[in-house]
């Protein structure tokens, strides 16, 4: 049994882990994770929205279109925006777009305030995004 298991799984033995396909709830579950990582701005690294001000080239958070039209673009069956997908998703499309997020996921981190336009640049802890 893990460690972090749930109050069911150590009451009642946890879950067979046989299944062929995902179910509904946990494709969703993926895809929100997905969603909750361009809300995060894990993706602005490769996806950047850059500061309009001409003096402040950073990033401050992620640019959703540039990173749906990609997504799309490499994977033919995925809706945009990707909320539409909720339930709809085929296991295939949803581990393409885990593997897409995957490769450039990185942390975000506030810097400075750029107060005149309320955000904070963002910098990354992945180095290879930033080359």
Known sequence: MTANAFYSDRVNGETPR???????????????LVMSRL?????????PERCPDP???????TNVDAFESRAQALIPNLQTPLWRNRGEISDDTLFDL??????????PTEGANHGFYGHHALSFDNPRMLQ
Do not use: Q, Y
């Not at 809300?39 to 996806?47: S, V």
């Not at 003096?55 to 958070?61: G, P």
């Open 98 to 107: 885990l593997e897409l997020v995957g490769r450039f996921v990185a942390l």
């Open 55 to 61: 003096d402040k080239s950073h990033i401050f958070a």
């Open 39 to 47: 809300d995060g701005n894990w993706l602005a690294a490769e996806f």
């Open 18 to 32: 046989a299944l062929k396909n995902l179910t509904r709830e946990t494709a969703d579950g993926l895809l929100a």
